[in-house]
T-cell receptor, first 113, second 110 residues
Framework: EAQVTQNPRYLITVTGKKLTVTCSQN?????MSWYRQDPGLGLRQIYY???????DKGDVPEGYKVSRKEKRNFPLILESPSPNQTSLYFC????????????FGQGTRLTVV | EDQVTQSPEALRLQEGESSSLNCSYT??????LFWYRQDPGKGPEFLFT???AGEEKEKERLKATLTKKESFLHITAPKPEDSATYLC???????????FGKGTRLHILP
């Protein structure tokens, strides 16, 4: 089954404690991205990657890091989480073709206290 | 600046009461417009892609249409299971970025 898998689904952590949210896709897609979704603000792109070893900032990259060492994986790293990073996070992937929709993971609900 | 505006923010309908959701967009050359459905706490689920003005797509009780400035998602005789947030997104020609609207929360009452 084609899917984007995120882990964990839920996470509560304390300010400053480094964490990683993993994302894996099994569709051989070149393009992967991370979004955060907040009430009243919609989906905002954090980082994206057009292929292995190629990453770039989205609209709200501050406080986040990513890496793309393998095509299937695109982890999101919060080096020093803060309460304003409490949000619902989604990983997405799609082929590197124009006019294609994104496939989303099930989401990670992160709470930073 | 590329922008997507959805209206209304929320809509409550009786079962069987047809209506339309609006997505207005401003983009420098539209590559594609997407509609997604999102259930609470879950990832968006793809519904339709529209490429050019005049195009229409249908799926069960849903029909999406596109003009040069907006798209409509028509819901015919909705059922309670159609309750969800519906997201509109656009992709510009100049890059691969997908820009999302804030969504319309649809609630169908039995």
């Amino acid at each position: 089954e084609a899917q984007v898998t995120q882990n964990p689904r839920y996470l509560i952590t304390v300010t400053g404690k480094k964490l990683t949210v993993t994302c894996s896709q099994n569709m051989n897609h070149e393009y992967m991205s991370w979004y955060r979704q907040d009430p009243g603000l919609g989906l905002r792109q954090i980082y994206y990657s057009m292929n292995v070893e190629v990453t770039d900032k989205g609209d709200v990259p501050e406080g986040y890091k990513v890496s793309r060492k393998e095509k299937r994986n695109f982890p999101l790293i919060l080096e020093s989480p803060s309460p304003n990073q409490t949000s619902l996070y989604f990983c997405a992937s799609r082929p590197q073709l124009a006019n294609t929709e994104a496939f989303f993971g099930q989401g990670t609900r992160l709470t930073v206290v | 600046e590329d922008q997507v505006t959805q209206s209304p923010e929320a809509l409550r309908l009786q079962e069987g009461e047809s209506s339309s959701l609006n997505c207005s967009y401003t983009v420098s050359g539209l590559r594609g417009l997407f509609w997604y459905r999102q259930d609470p706490g879950k990832g968006p689920e793809f519904l339709f892609t529209l490429y050019s003005a005049g195009e229409e797509k249908e799926k069960e009780r849903l029909k999406a249409t596109l003009t040069k400035k907006e798209s409509f998602l028509h819901i015919t005789a909705p059922k309670p299971e159609d309750s969800a947030t519906y997201l509109c997104a656009v992709q510009a020609r100049r890059d691969d970025k997908i820009i999302f609207g804030k969504g319309t929360r649809l609630h169908i009452l039995p």
